[in-house]
């Protein structure tokens, strides 16, 4: 059964699934498709061609679906896609994309922060947090199992690697390495996000041959296709390191690197 608080405004278009509850003061757009058991706290906006899965829960003044802060957007009738399970916190917000054939989206399990912002384009895996005020500008891609703390903006088109952490208060210029910490302002490497992967239970023979590929890659002199054939070379053909090595491979707007040693 849906619950709907009199006071909310559900256009006849939208579609709401079983168990949708629909709290105080809430708007949902003609166009939007809410998955059942998900729950809109009070003063919500869901608008856009906008589907949420089930048991997502958006607290008082999320706002997902607006159009994006994009100067080149004419009004096409774009996306956002968000999967079961996440969490909106108060007065965050996730705008939808600016051409129609590549929808901002957002996997499951994820924790979107007070305040935070995901703007249009984006591309985020499951699992991923974003910190309180945490702004995410237009086309960026975060990994699964990504945080980016608080207070931290992300420059467009930056790419985020999985099971990466990144300390509040940074400013990210450019993609960030899958596995690794960092921070700062200007951005800079910390080593392994070793108590992240013992947590999602990586083996230990894998923290220990990521550990070794993070010293080649990143504190050895050798230059990226040296490097990468350095790695494959003396460690095992896992999968992680085979993650590692396509992202740095792909990235276009270089890398995090640790500070240099004196």
């Not at 996440?86 to 600016?98: A, G, I, K, L, Q």
Request: net charge neutral; aromatic share 6%.
């Amino acid at each position: 059964m849906v619950s709907i608080d009199p006071t909310a405004r559900v256009d006849a278009g939208a579609e709401l699934g079983e168990g949708v509850v629909v709290g105080p003061w809430c708007r949902i757009g003609p166009n939007a498709r809410i998955g059942s058991d998900t729950v809109l706290d009070s003063m919500v906006v869901v608008d856009g061609h906008t589907e949420i899965g089930p048991r997502c829960r958006l607290h008082h003044g999320a706002v997902v679906g607006t159009p994006p802060q994009d100067l080149k957007y004419a009004g096409e009738p774009t996306r956002c896609l968000v999967g079961s399970d996440c969490v909106f916190r108060e007065y965050s917000t996730v705008n939808r994309s600016t051409l129609e054939a590549d929808p901002t989206t957002m996997g499951s399990h994820c924790l979107v922060m007070a305040y935070a912002h995901v703007a249009h384009n984006c591309r985020l895996g499951d699992h991923v947090i974003l910190a309180n005020a945490a702004t995410l500008a237009g086309h960026v891609i975060i990994g699964d199992w990504a945080i980016v703390g608080g207070v931290t903006p992300v420059h467009q088109f930056v790419k985020i690697g999985c099971h990466s952490i990144i300390g509040g208060g940074s400013r990210v210029p450019v993609d960030v390495a899958p596995y690794v910490k960092a921070a700062g302002n200007e951005l800079r490497l910390f080593g392994l996000n070793r108590i992240g992967l013992e947590r999602r239970g990586f083996a230990d023979e894998t923290v220990t041959a990521l550990d070794r590929l993070y010293r080649i890659f990143f504190r050895s002199k050798l230059l990226l296709p040296q490097a990468v054939k350095e790695i494959r070379r003396e460690l095992p053909p896992l999968p992680e390191i085979e993650v590692f090595l396509r992202f740095v491979e792909q990235s276009e707007r270089g890398l995090a690197r640790p500070r240099p040693r004196r």
